[in-house]
């Protein structure tokens, strides 16, 4: 895997702290100077008054993300993955990017890695990340992926795969119903 380490963007930070993610949302272990871990934002724009709120956001460390991304049934981790290898060429993005300066991480993140909408005409998206202490992996993540794209994800899901991230989803963040954008573990 071709990947690099760069500065975690403050877009990446927690929008609660204004500092990186500090601690696993599951296992409460810090994530300090050797940790791998994911983060996720889901955020949504309200462009008639210029605003953007974060949804939900959290960090996992990368051993409970495997436990989690396992929680998917088979059927939901096929059609995930067969709805992915549809719509990206990852080693061809990987090559495309692999060039290009870490310090502006728009090409990765500037629109929806499975529609190719641009990010500033979506009104609610997720970003996905792998950080590494305080680096940000860069290599197949990150990657942004628009509501659009998300519903289409969520279809695909399994009723089991969707209680597992429904329960997920009410214990950790106890979301408002309208404001319930689906968790995904990629
Ligand atoms: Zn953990």
Redesign the pocket.
Known sequence: MIARLADIPRELYSTETGAPFSE??????PLGESAE?MVEKAVRKYSDYDLQDTVFEYA??????QTLSASFSMESRQAVDGFFAERVDQQERLERLSDVPTNDLAPWIGSCLLTGTPADSLEEYQIVAHCFGEHLVVGPAPFLIGGPAIDEITGLLSNETLDELGGFRDQYFGLPPELQPQVVFL
């Open positions: 696993c949302l599951v296992c409460g272990r871990y996992v460390c990368i051993a409970c993300y």
